[in-house]
């Protein structure tokens, strides 16, 4: 049973910066894509950032291209997402999901696992 459980989230002003952080138990980490997504209310779940299983590839969505960045730490079987210059629009549960394979990465029902995710509140 591959579990993902997420933390880091919370109430941040506009601007600002958070971390957020995801831990994966179960499963060789190391063998997985890991992504983040989120979901505003009302919205669509969206892709936010993917990194490949050795951490050299990393993918992001425009909105947040040059302001967010993903990391992992197969050590620590841990994937990060810092956030910075944070906008209003940011608000969001933020979610980790990992695949298993070659994916479409931006593709949400192509992940295997997903955590219960974290609210992500950017106040202006």
């Known amino acids: 049973q591959v579990q993902l459980v997420e933390s880091g989230g919370g109430l941040v002003q506009a601007g600002g910066s958070v971390r957020l952080s995801c831990v994966v138990s179960?499963?060789?980490?190391?063998?997985?894509?890991m992504g983040w997504f989120r979901q505003a209310p009302g919205k669509e779940r969206e892709f936010v950032a993917a990194?490949?299983?050795?951490?050299?590839?990393?993918y992001y969505a425009d909105s947040v291209k040059g302001r967010f960045t993903i990391s992992r730490d197969n050590a620590k079987n841990t994937v990060y997402l810092q956030m910075n210059s944070l906008k209003p629009e940011d608000t969001a549960v933020y979610y980790c999901?990992?695949?298993?394979?070659?994916?479409?990465?931006?593709?949400?029902?192509?992940?295997?696992?997903w955590g219960q995710g974290t609210q992500v509140t950017v106040s202006s």
């Open positions: 999901a990992a695949a298993y394979g070659n994916i479409r990465y931006s593709a949400s029902g192509e992940y295997d696992y």
């Open positions: 179960g499963r060789t980490f190391n063998s997985y894509l």
């Open positions: 990194i490949n299983w050795i951490g050299v590839s990393r």
